[in-house]
T-cell receptor, first 115, second 111 residues
């Protein structure tokens, strides 16, 4: 299995530009999660989906952030307009549901730098 | 707000030494997980503990869930350079499936 695939691996953009991060989860996984990791705040959950439906987006920092999952094999996280404080590593993870717990499989991340 | 505090924050040891890292909360968790993250990669799940007092072993790694399900520990025996990485504990926020991650312990094992 290829694992969770994220693209691009690195993104450098100027403040005010739109940024789109992409994720392909592991086939058969019901849940998809978007996280952001920074040195200051650690790993934070932004939003998660179950069967392509957004369940909880309370972690999305503000309206500039949006996420979609049009089908079971693709999700996007969009930032418009981007700001320097959005610089971070963004991870996508997918998980099957194992009764009462998840087993999250993380992608390699997208390192975003906003100048 | 449920928090997971990990200690120590940084740890640098020689190959062959033993070590223990801790994950503590003032809240009860239904389960806790441990992940290891290497530079430039995403976290990798090591173990899930679900029962108070549970002990799980993964080769040289021993994981324990506290009796009250508020804390967990990870003990590594005879550490190797390949154990180097960021160790994260995580658990679901009460009544949800939203996972909270701990502050992390950054381990470096010197050859």
């Amino acid at each position: 299995d290829a694992g969770v695939i994220q693209s691009p691996r690195h993104e450098v953009t100027e403040m005010g530009q739109e940024v789109t991060l992409r994720c392909k989860p592991i086939s058969g996984h019901d849940y998809l999660f978007w996280y952001r990791q920074t040195m200051m705040r650690g790993l934070e959950l932004l939003i998660y989906f179950n069967n392509n439906v957004p369940i909880d987006d309370s972690g999305m920092p503000e309206d500039r952030f949006s996420a979609k999952m049009p089908n079971a094999s693709f999700s996007t996280l969009k930032i418009q307009p981007s700001e320097p404080r959005d610089s971070a590593v963004y991870f996508c993870a997918s998980s099957p549901f194992r009764g009462s717990t998840y087993e999250q499989y993380f992608g390699p991340g997208t390192r975003l730098t906003v100048t | 707000t449920q928090l997971l505090e990990q200690s120590p924050q940084f740890l640098s040891i020689q190959e062959g030494e033993n070590l223990t890292v801790y994950c503590n909360s003032s809240s009860v968790f239904s389960s806790l997980q441990w992940y290891r993250q290497e530079p430039g990669e995403g976290p990798v799940l090591l173990v899930t503990v679900v029962t108070g007092g549970e002990v799980k072993k993964l080769k040289r790694l021993t994981f324990q869930f506290g009796d009250a399900r508020k804390d967990s520990s990870l003990h590594i025996t005879a550490a190797q350079p390949g154990d180097t990485g960021l160790y994260l504990c995580a658990g679901p926020a009460a009544g949800t499936y939203k996972y909270i991650f701990g502050t992390g312990t950054r381990l470096k094992v010197l050859a």
